[in-house]
């Protein structure tokens, strides 16, 4: 984690007449989030480079992998082959996804430093994306924070909007959200990317969640993650490229960039500590690796000045 100067809403913006010290965290989810939306599976090896490339630029933590089947998600075959290939870095944290007591097990034997157990706030998604039911999801996140013995971070997707039961009751949210505080880090996300800046602030403000994990699919990603640390998040997902969607919202364009994310940071007057310049070399390689033009704009227009 890096100590960043950030602000309450005022006059002069996010930084305003109020700033104070904080921590604020940034996570590039583009090894596992990114990377699973893809036609195509690289190989192992291949992102165990991508995540080391990324550890190389002084991001404090990199979601790498997802315990998940292979058949389900062949984009994220091969995980422990991942995590062993992996060169460690001091004071980057390397997190694992798991969504049931089977990837808990894989996550356990890989020996990675955090665990990020998910579930979505509807009783859809979760049948869709886990084939269980919501009670069940979040009995099996409640198990696995209860027996983990490395952090855990708890990610409730959907928390915006879900693609099929549309708005998502912020009650509902905020009572998944109570259920995980002082045990977990709770992360809210738009999965879908349908969230606007005041619903943002005023449901991490609610929930008291520490994190934010947003898409730009309607171009409010980057507002909604200055909405999230004005409303308190002390942890920003983002992907390198802008890598990402859902595979269950055909039209849910990637995550926020995090190079995009950093230059708007980084000009907001919030030091990241994070290398633009080599995340940019990041993004354009992997456009070379993917033969496609990614979602960021940083990476092509270039850092400035």
Request: aromatic share 6%; glycine share 12%; with cysteine.
């Amino acid at each position: 984690m890096h100590a960043l100067t950030v602000g309450r809403r005022g006059p002069g913006g996010i930084v305003g007449n109020y700033a104070l010290r904080v921590r604020l965290t940034l996570c590039d989810v583009g090894p596992r989030d990114g990377l699973q939306n893809e036609p195509e599976a690289l190989a192992p090896a291949v992102r165990a480079d991508l995540v080391g490339r990324l550890a190389a630029t002084g991001l404090p933590r990199i979601e790498a992998v997802s315990f998940v089947r292979d058949d389900r998600v062949p984009q994220m075959a091969g995980a422990e082959q991942v995590v062993a290939a992996v060169e460690r870095r001091p004071g980057v944290e390397l997190s694992g996804l798991v969504l049931n007591e089977r990837g808990w097990e894989r996550f356990r034997a890989a020996g990675l430093d955090r665990v990020n157990v998910t579930f979505a706030a509807t009783e859809s998604f979760n049948r869709a994306n886990g084939n269980v039911s919501l009670a069940d999801a979040v009995a099996t996140a409640e198990s696995i924070v209860a027996g983990a013995d490395v952090p855990a971070t708890v990610t409730i997707s959907v928390c915006f909007g879900c693609p099929f039961e549309g708005r998502v009751d912020d009650g509902v949210v905020a009572e998944l959200a109570a259920r995980f505080a002082g045990r977990a880090e709770v992360v809210l996300a738009d999965t879908i990317g349908v969230a606007t800046p005041s619903h943002v602030r005023a449901l991490v403000e609610r929930t008291g969640a520490e994190g934010f994990h947003g898409h730009n699919t309607r171009n409010t990603g980057y507002a909604n993650a200055l909405a999230a640390v004005e409303g308190g998040a002390r942890l920003l997902d983002a992907s390198v490229g802008g890598l990402g969607g859902c595979p269950y919202a055909p039209k849910a364009t990637g995550n926020v960039a995090t190079e995009d994310l950093v230059y708007l940071l980084d000009g907001e007057g919030v030091e990241t500590g994070v290398d633009l310049d080599a995340l940019i070399a990041i993004s354009a390689w992997l456009e070379g690796l993917l033969g496609r033009r990614l979602e960021g704009y940083v990476y092509r227009a270039g850092n400035w000045p």
